[in-house]
């Protein structure tokens, strides 16, 4: 059959759908808590390029604070990487509105700079969205990414409440246009969209607006495809689907099953099934790797209708409780999110509202009494911090939570004086190099505490890998005389608190002040590390080695009601308290940030602190004694 050009499709009443391949962006992030690495993408990229989608999705999300948090990858450097080889479809990348790809909102001048250095190294178009749903919250990042060439998508999130309808959504839709949206989208993001729902949103949609409709829905309870097709059917314009082995369940609909279904009718894609093989079958092998990452939570599950809880935050969830020994409580965490849901105006549960609810509603069920910790950003949101949500707060909460301080009504973001100078000062005292770069500059204002750690480890790899080579050798050569390796299998897998580290034994250096050096790669990364005490080897049943380096806390356990402890597993961000000062009962003594979100740590009773036993970065656990206070 010939070829039909688009005027004769037009003619001939053809109105092929247009398709967004997500695999290098959300399909990884539903799936394999966004640890998909660069060098796994590079080889079938050309291949992806070939196939005619709309857009390829691959920047954005969660991908940029995993590359440097665990990828250890610069995430600027990705998107550098793969417009290179991919120069024919257009970049999307999702931005959380003011708070970017972080969790807060951050001041104008970062948010017009980080869109501005996004589309010059290779965004397209921004899918942008507030986790609220409210539009002053994206005012200016639509108008940077206007200003500096790039293409706005307007999204509302979709949720269900008694305070959301297809009335707000189509009101949504038709102020987005207004503020210069090229398309709309539908960001369905915990798969809630029914067939018929979808539907009479679309024909909604088509009707108030003139830009086009793009759907971004989750396979989480597998209705997905058929809310595509009613989609479709309604005349929608874009569809968001993954490739076949990184597809379904809390990720996307399969791309071949709707190019299958389409096959023959006035939306056929007509896309090369022979092609979307070859990509499919690469990404099944390459998802083997990532098998430690797989969430426990990627199957069929209806109860996301039930708690409206997205897959990427269950599993999140599953690992906070995990961690504290309570997965058993789960369901409980599970039936009080839609609770703390209500008490917050039903928000959302998108990033960042879904981990604020979701360590909220943990703690409120691990502490065993509703809001007796308050996490920072909870006060945040309840003083008006984050924006205003679709439906009321529950004003008693809100007294808790905020007390006498004043609420915020504005704008947030018009409270935040520029930020980039006085973080480019900061960083210029901790890393000149990185300073030079705005693109570093970005990450360290996101990511203040991550990205000095990033650039420390980026450094001293560059440093190491200079050094090697002019050694013509790895450093293990250099130790072979030495004894033989203690350790007999020189791969295994680490597992430190619930995060799994591929670690391969390069060699060991001479036992000297401190312990003695081995030259380990961490997730391919070379590192040096130095081991003080034994390496405990423990076989796992399916034959892999698990391990741990000793050196276990030395805090002593909880004993008396003097001893302050952290209510979940976390890291210390700020010590509020010296040793010898008097403190009352309930005043602040640490802050704790477990699962991206801060919670103020308070001493149950009045007296002297007589002892600190954590520093700024330690990782603690609620059985243990933080600071006492006798
Ligand atoms: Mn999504």
Redesign the pocket.
Known sequence: MPKLTSEKKRKSGATPVKIMDTTLR?AHQ?LLATRLRTEDMLPIAAKIDKVGYAAIEMWGGATFDTSIRYLREDPWERLRKLKKVMPKTPFQMLLRGQNLVGYRHYADDVVERFVDRAISNGIDILRIFDALNDLRNLKMAFKATLKYGGKVEGSFCYTLSRFHNNNLFVELAKRLEDMGSDAICIKD?AGLLSPYAAFDLVSKLKEAVSVPIHL?S?DTSAMAVSTYLKAIEAGVDIIDTAISSMASGTSHPPVETIVNILKGSRYDPGMDMALLTKIADYFKEVRKKYKEFESDYTGVDPRVLVYQIPGGMTSNLALQLSEQQALDRMTEVLEEVPRVRKDLGFPPLVTPSSQIVGTQATLNVLTGERYKVITTETKNYLKGLYGKPSGPINKEIQKKGVGGEERVTCRPADLIEPELEQSRLRLRKENKSAAKSVEDLLTYTMFPKVALDFFEKRDNADKRVAEVAEKGGVPADETSRESPPLIAPSEFTVKVHGETFQVKVGGMGHPGEGGRPYFIYIDGQLEEVLVESQLEVVQSEEGRIDSRVGGRSTRPKVADEGDVTTPMPGSVVAIKVRVGNKVKAGQVVLVIEAMKMQSEVHTPVSGVVKAIYVKEGDRVNPDEVLVRVG
């Open positions: 959300d539903s993001m971004h989750h």
